[in-house]
């Protein structure tokens, strides 16, 4: 089991940045992917952004160049840096990891992101 705790929400302005951090605890050590998701009223949950444990980050197109992906190992604590936020990106931000020894994915609680135009 892996247990996940967003914060850092809120409401920002067009342009603003925000950082959503994750902390992790639990089975942890048989992590391999750890994501960010996001869903805004009426839509599917979708990845925003995804890192490895060998490194590898991946992100949509519509914040690739604006949000961040990282990890404090030591914190155990998984970040998104969220830059030059713009009014599509107001949504429910949750945290995910994946393992693919058993196949299990893990969610968070979820953190309102509202960002006004």
């Known amino acids: 089991q892996v247990q996940l705790v967003e914060s850092g929400g809120g409401l920002v302005q067009a342009g603003d940045s925000l950082r959503l951090s994750c902390a992790a605890s639990g089975s942890i050590l048989g992590v391999d992917v750890w994501g960010w998701y996001r869903q805004s009223p009426g839509q599917p949950r979708v990845v925003v952004a995804t890192?490895?444990?060998?490194?590898?980050?991946n992100y949509i197109d519509s914040v690739r160049g604006r949000f961040t992906i990282s990890r404090d190992n030591a914190e155990k604590t998984l970040y998104l840096q969220m830059d030059s936020l713009k009014p599509e990106d107001t949504a429910i931000y949750y945290c995910?990891?994946?393992?693919?020894?058993?196949?299990?994915?893990?969610w968070g609680q979820g953190i309102q992101v509202t960002v006004s135009s």
């Open positions: 995910n990891t994946y393992s693919y020894s058993s196949s299990r994915y893990f």
């Open positions: 890192l490895a444990t060998n490194g590898i980050k």
